[in-house]
Every structure is written in C-alpha cells, then in structure tokens.
C-alpha cells in the first residue's frame, strides 16, 4: 500500500505507534501558541533537532509534495497527526514555525517555481529554515495593498529598499517572503512582488518589539538597498495580490494556529486550574469551564467543516477563511478571560516558581492578539460581508488610480493641513 492509499484508521494506528515510541509525553496544555511568544537561540536549536526527527522518520510535511521533501498525503492526515500528538512534546518555534509551515510554506506551494521550491521547501521541513513575513508596513496596515517599500531593477538583480512592521517571529527566522513594489504606474492591486529575502542579507536590520507582557515576538525591519534576484522571486512580477490571497486564505485559516485540536475531555487546562484554585465545587467556575469547552467544541468543527470547503474549491475564497480567522478572533479572548475568572486571585498573585499562573496571566496579557494579528476582526467582518454575503462594498477612491498619483495626492492633502 503506498503513502496515497492510507486510510486515516491505519495512519492514526501508525502515528499513534510512532509518536509514543519515539516522543516525550506532555502533561499541561495551553490556551494557544502566542504571537508574542519568541523564542531563545537555544530553543529554537532544540526544536530544530527535533524537527529533524520528525523529518527523517517522514512525519514532518505530511500533505506537502513527495518531490520536496514531504508524504504527500492529504491535510486530513497532517491534522490526525497533529491530534495524536496534543499530548506529546512536539517542535515548538513560537509563532514563527506557525506561519512557516502555515501560510508561507502553502503560499510558495501554489507559487513559486519547481526550482525554488526543491531549493527551499526541503530545509524547511527539516526545520533547517525558518521563515517570516515582511508584509505590513508603518502606512499600511489593514490597506495591505497600500506598501511602500519598493523593488528596484538593476541589471539581473532588483534593490529593495523600504521598512516592514509587527513581522511574527522575524528574529527567530532564516529567510523572509518580502512584499515590494515593483510598478508605481499601475493601481495599487496590480504592482507588488513577492521575493525571498534571507535576515542575514547585507541591508536587513532587525529590531524585536517589546509588548506588554515583556516578550518581543513582533519585530520591524529596514531594508536598506537589499539585492535579490529572479530566482528570489515568488510567483510572478507585479502579480503579488495572487500571492497575498492565497497568503490570506491560509493565514486567516490559521488551521495550525486558531483552529484548535478537537476536545476530547473536559477543558483538562481549566479543569486543572480550577482544582488549583480550590474552585472545582464553585458553580461559577464550573460554568465558565463548560462555556470555554463548549466553545473549544464549536471552534474545532466550524474549522473542520470550512476547511472541507476551502479544499472543495479551486480557487478558495479568502472571506471564506475569514470565518475561521474570525472564531479565533472572538473566542481565544473570551477563553484567556475564563481562565482568569476560574483562577481567581491565585493568577492575580504567586509565587516565583508558579509558572502556571505567570502563563495565564500572559495569554491574558496577549488574548487580544488574535482579534488583531492578521488583520482584525472588522477586517474579517468586512470581508465576509462584501465577498460571501453579497453586501455593498465600502467605496475606495484609490483602487483603480495609478498608485504614484495615490502617494502623491495624500502628500499634498497632508501639506494643505499641515
């Protein structure tokens, strides 16, 4: 039987076989991996060997292409994976290996070239390169389209130059998948290029964000007359917003990020928070447990059914996605709040070597992130409304305009108020 013949009965059988086999059983689990959350050089060493592991024994890329480095199977394989090790130590990069494995590792799938991908696709999954998104930028945030930093060509290489903002996991990352200008003369949608960028290049500098719970996660970044080349290049010239679409699609599924395990017992996290703060009686907390798996139950299946409905589609609809990326949105929040209420004073005040509690504060501290990150929840609302629900669009005045005329016009309005 070959690897495309695998039913999921015989694959769970033998992940399960493999996983207790050959990996460290894990006893506590959290609300979610944080975008904040860097990791140290050591760590990111540590995940790295153990991405190894799973790599060599074929247990890393399991729905990416046999031709680079994965088992081609189906996502349905890679998620009873991802079940049957929820309680076991697996690699952990913080949010850089999300978007690795997720949107990036997806995006240059649909993308980019045989050649790129049989140069970078393997080392990835090896955990040999981890990757990150220069994407927003200072003046352009939630207008994704609306970046500056340009692409310049010089001979057979182009020249970046420009700066990026709350780039996930950039410090921890071996490479970035760059958002450029390449055509000023054209509207905003029809000029971007997408080019892969190592951190070590000669012109990136790197400069982590600390955020309120004192993890530096996000960075920003200037690139300073940064040299590529055609081979550096995802997708097509100018055809960059294809990229970003397909970007969009898997980072507002965030299937490795905001759809969430399916529940199999009770909130054991809360459940064991509760026991902690001698609440296990109290009918309040009991409720908030209930509630919080409740929700855990509905977020899981909202995402199952859509991702049947992404994979349905040639061509996925990234409002569609949207849902999904809205669920995490609404619910990871509401569930860092729970958890606060059930711990009660004991994660208002602890000891030094009461870890559990410092976590909970932290999710909290950060819960809002993920109504945020990757565009927010308005965001996701808005798209849905105009792109599946058929409501009237917001009007633009700058979609179809020449985006140098765009830069120039906001120049001069700003100098009129000024």
């Known amino acids: 039987m070959t690897d495309a013949q695998v039913d999921l009965d015989q694959f769970r059988r033998d992940a399960r076989s493999w996983i207790e086999s050959n990996l460290e059983r ?6 979610g991996v944080s975008a904040a959350e860097a990791r140290t050089p050591d760590e990111i060493a540590r995940n790295r060997t153990l991405q190894r592991k799973l790599f060599d024994a074929g247990w890393a890329g399991i729905s990416y292409p046999e031709a680079y480095g994965g088992r081609g199977l189906s996502e349905a394989h890679e998620r009873v994976f991802t079940e049957e090790s929820s309680n076991y130590v697996t690699p952990d990069f913080g949010a850089v290996g999300l978007v690795t494995f997720g949107p990036i590792g997806r995006s240059m799938l649909a993308h980019a070239t045989p050649a790129f991908l049989e ?10 390169a981890l990757w990150c998104q220069f994407y927003s930028e200072p003046e352009a945030g939630s207008d994704l389209a609306g970046i500056r930093t340009r692409a310049t060509r010089d001979g057979e290489n182009w020249v970046i130059r420009g700066s990026k903002i709350w780039t996930t996991g950039a410090q921890n990352a071996d490479y970035a998948m760059c958002l450029a200008r390449t055509d000023w003369h054209v509207s905003k949608h029809r000029g971007l290029t997408w080019f892969a960028v190592p951190t070590s290049a000669k012109g990136v500098a790197i400069r982590p964000i600390v955020l309120v719970d004192g993890n530096a996660g996000f960075c920003e970044e200037t ?4 040299v590529v ?9 100018n055809d960059g917003w294809s990229v970003a679409q397909t970007m969009l699609v898997y980072e507002r ?4 990020g905001f ?16 026991r902690k703060a001698n609440r296990l009686g109290d009918p309040i907390a009991r409720q908030a447990i209930a509630r919080a798996h409740i929700n855990d139950y509905a977020q899981h299946h909202l995402g199952k059914r859509l991702f049947a409905a992404l994979l349905a589609s040639a061509t996925p609809n990234p409002a569609v ?5 809205l669920a995490g949105g609404v619910l990871v929040p509401q569930r860092v709040r729970l958890a606060m209420e059930i711990g009660d004073t004991s994660v208002v005040a602890w000891d030094d070597d009461d870890t559990e509690a410092q976590n909970v504060v932290d999710e909290y501290l950060t819960g809002r992130i993920a109504s945020i990150g990757g565009g927010t929840n308005e965001v996701q609302r808005n798209g849905i409304g105009e792109r599946v629900l058929g ?7 700058d979609s179809n305009t020449p985006f140098a005329d765009v830069v120039s016009a906001a120049r001069n309005w700003n100098h009129r108020v000024g």
Not at 120 to 128: Q, R, W
Not at 229 to 235: E, F, L, Q, T, V
Not at 391 to 397: A, K, Q, Y
């Open 321 to 325: 996605a949207a849902y999904i990326k």
């Open 253 to 256: 599924r965030a299937g490795e």
């Open 259 to 274: 759809m969430v395990s399916e529940p199999r017992e009770l909130a054991p996290d809360l459940v064991a928070l509760a």
């Open 391 to 397: 409501l009237p669009r917001e009007p633009s005045f």
């Open 223 to 226: 690139l300073d007359d940064v």
């Open 119 to 128: 140069r970078h696709i393997p080392k990835m999954l090896a955990g040999d």
């Open 229 to 237: 080349s055609d081979a550096d290049i995802i997708g097509q010239i």
């Open 26 to 31: 894990r006893y506590t689990r959290g609300t």
